[in-house]
T-cell receptor
């Protein structure tokens, strides 16, 4: 099946610095990728929809200037957490839609997630 | 997209079938039922999806009621590695996934 690779899997950074997370679709082209955030013992929450070649669409309450998303190619989307603070510590997950079977129904393929700890 | 309702938690004995229910009474005709699971600290994993017919793959079976207002995910022989949070999601093909609380399945020896 299709594979989405997310990097890094874990990162620890100092408060005030920026962190970039990469999400790659390895064997398919993804015009749309999604970024989620998950706090401990909570469900995944959609942060933004990343569209190749255009500006990302952010969910209500997500600061677009803090969470910069770039989707410059059909296989790569990046999420940069700028001026990170301890409250940004979370599990960040990306996904991309691809075709699951011959019926052309799409399914979402998820990256492995990135655990960000801001100290 | 239709909202789904799942029990927050379930237990299952190892080797037995795990039946996870999901209610989606407001589902519309072109919306699919998707199931994902998330093992602790990992990205969600696709399990199965269906429109109106029952589906089976190497991981699980999906039983959708005739009126499509509910479905059941069946893990035929649960193992300890099946302990995870299982999410039932209803959406149009190609749309973003919106996760609810899911069911935390605990498989016990």
């Amino acid at each position: 099946g299709a594979v989405v690779s997310q990097h890094p899997s874990r990162v620890i950074c100092k408060s005030g610095t920026s962190v970039k997370i990469e999400c790659r679709s390895l064997d398919f082209q993804a015009t749309t990728m999604f970024w989620y955030r998950q706090f401990p013992k909570q469900s995944l929450m959609l942060m933004a929809t990343s569209n190749e070649g255009s500006k990302a669409t952010y969910e209500q309450g997500v600061e677009k200037d803090k969470f910069l998303i770039n989707h410059a190619s059909l296989t790569l989307s990046t999420l940069t957490v700028t001026s990170a603070h301890p409250e940004d510590s979370s599990f960040y997950i990306c996904s991309a839609n691809g075709y699951a079977d011959r019926t052309l129904n799409t399914e979402a393929f998820f990256g492995q997630g990135t655990r960000l700890t801001v100290v | 997209d239709a909202k789904t309702t799942q029990p927050p938690s379930m237990d299952c004995a190892e080797g037995r079938a795990a039946n996870l229910p999901c209610n989606h009474s407001t589902i519309s005709g072109n919306e699919y039922v998707y199931w994902y699971r998330q093992i602790h600290s990992q990205g969600p994993q696709y399990i199965i999806h269906g429109l109106k017919n029952n589906e089976t793959n190497e991981m699980a079976s999906l039983i959708i009621t005739e009126d499509r207002k509910s479905s059941t995910l069946i893990l035929p022989h649960a193992t300890l590695r099946d302990t995870a949070v299982y999410y039932c999601i209803v959406l149009n093909a190609g749309n973003m996934l919106t996760f609810g609380g899911g069911t935390r399945l605990m498989v016990k020896p």
